[in-house]
């Protein structure tokens, strides 16, 4: 027989016997019955049809809720994980290029004529140390015997001992000023007159004008170790031209529309391009053949300006509604975007190391990002209605320069301004440093080519 715990034992209380039979019977005898907890009745004001309705309503937004967060972490795991891929990737490369260093370094080794009696070491096993003469001790290796400066100069990404001071930096005043026909010249000179011209500081002459544009040159390009020239134009293509030669070599027609930016990768073989047309585009210089493609269907909004990151693995892209976006060139994906400026965006330059990202709008405000955190740590607020057409940061990292309603040079890491210039009497639509910021050019609307250094 089956009772409530309750009732029975207050029987047995009582009367000692089996309730059933009416033999005599104990608490211990009884045998305890394990069943789930009873769902109590809901009240009766519960069991209306409004009542019931905002039941399911309350269940169906904790089931929304709990979905939503669920995205969110999936969405944070995914950035993760895409942060995690690239730094393996970026000390991939670091590994690579540390390789070729030290190839380099055993090649120039073996080239050099013996010094005093002495030949350069053969690669190795590290278990067996290097040896020279018939006693096998271990043979030192002057300082003369070692890497030539020229692969000293390429080892890591250190500060260089000619980096010009902050302090000297500071002293800069306008040493020279060309006239050019063209609007942005940065030894590359682009402009409205649809040419692009070519000026040689040391000969403080321009040695080439590269005719071919038919509206406008809107970005420009020097390769860093050949004498070609890459511009871009808003009648949708790009040309690449033989300085040597002063002629067009290569037009390459990826776009339908407007192109707005152009960045050399790191390996100088390919070109990245931006267009009006809301694609991002991966070109190769020698072919002009346009190997990949890609936009984002989901914004929908117009390129304005485009930027490798210096390990050539990302870049980044700026838009006409304020974003950032960051792309994986391998992927061909957005792996992350930054949002912040209130107005298109006009400029972006990574820093030489790799970690930061500089950001210019028609906010009149510059922004600077944590590639490792991916957030901003700075924003450097600038005068009223100040634009912002140029970004730029040396090649140590040291320095940032601003070009726009003026130039604006800011030390790096303290973000703290050290240069200002307001000679030219139009926008600056361009600046750029020299080697170890030993000097600072600029040119703008005015049709001017300017020098700055001590």
Not at 49 to 75: C, G, N, Y
Not at 120 to 140: F, N, R
Not at 191 to 216: R, S
Request: with cysteine.
């Amino acid at each position: 027989q089956v009772f409530e715990r309750r009732l029975i034992e207050k029987f047995i209380a009582e009367n000692g016997v089996d309730p059933m039979n009416g033999q005599p019977l104990s608490e211990e005898q009884l045998i305890d019955i394990k069943v789930s907890h009873p769902i109590r009745p809901k009240a009766a004001s519960a069991t209306s049809i409004p009542a019931i309705l905002k039941s399911l309503q309350d269940e169906w937004d904790a089931v929304m809720l709990h979905s939503f967060t669920l995205r969110q972490q999936l969405q944070t795991t995914r950035q993760e994980l895409s942060h995690a891929l690239y730094q393996h990737d970026a000390a991939c490369r670091v590994i690579a290029r540390l390789t070729k260093e030290v190839t380099a370094a055993r090649e120039a080794l073996a080239t050099l004529k013996p010094q005093a009696g002495l030949v350069a070491p053969q690669a190795m096993p590290a278990s067996q140390p290097a040896t020279g003469g018939a006693g096998g001790e271990p043979m030192e290796v002057s300082e003369q015997v070692g890497m030539n400066p020229e692969i000293i100069q390429k080892r890591g990404k250190t500060v260089p001992e000619e980096l010009v001071r902050a302090e000297d930096l500071s002293k800069y005043r306008q040493v020279a000023s060309h006239a050019v026909s063209t609007t942005v010249c940065l030894i590359t000179c682009r402009g409205a007159d649809k040419n692009v011209v070519v000026f040689d500081k040391k000969e403080e002459q321009i040695i080439a004008t590269l005719k071919g544009h038919t509206k406008k040159v809107t970005s420009v390009i020097y390769h860093p170790s050949q004498s070609v020239v890459f511009s871009a134009s808003p009648d949708s293509t790009i040309r690449v031209w033989s300085v040597t030669g002063g002629n067009c070599v290569q037009v390459v027609r990826a776009h339908e529309a407007s192109v707005t930016g152009l960045s050399l990768h790191a390996t100088g073989d390919y070109l990245l391009s931006s267009s009006e047309d809301q694609y991002w585009a991966f070109s190769d210089i020698q072919t002009g053949r346009v190997l990949t493609k890609v936009t984002d269907e989901a914004a929908g909004v117009a390129l304005t300006c485009a930027q490798f990151h210096p390990d050539g693995l990302i870049f980044g892209t700026g838009t006409a509604d304020s974003q950032i976006k960051i792309w994986d060139l391998k992927e061909r994906t957005n792996v992350a975007n930054f949002p912040g400026h209130s107005g298109p965006v006009t400029s972006i330059a990574f820093s030489e190391n790799g970690y930061y990202l500089a950001t210019g709008a028609q906010d009149s405000s510059v922004k600077l990002w944590d590639l490792r955190k991916l957030k901003n740590f700075k924003t450097i607020a600038l005068d009223n209605n100040y634009e912002v057409k140029s970004l730029v940061f040396d090649q140590s990292g040291t320095y940032l320069a601003v070009g726009g309603s003026d130039i604006r040079v800011y030390i790096c890491k303290q973000w703290s301004e050290v240069l200002n210039f307001s000679d030219h009497s139009g926008l600056v639509t361009g600046v750029a440093f020299g080697d170890n910021a030993q000097f600072l050019s600029s040119a703008g609307m005015d049709r001017s080519l300017k020098f700055y250094s001590l």
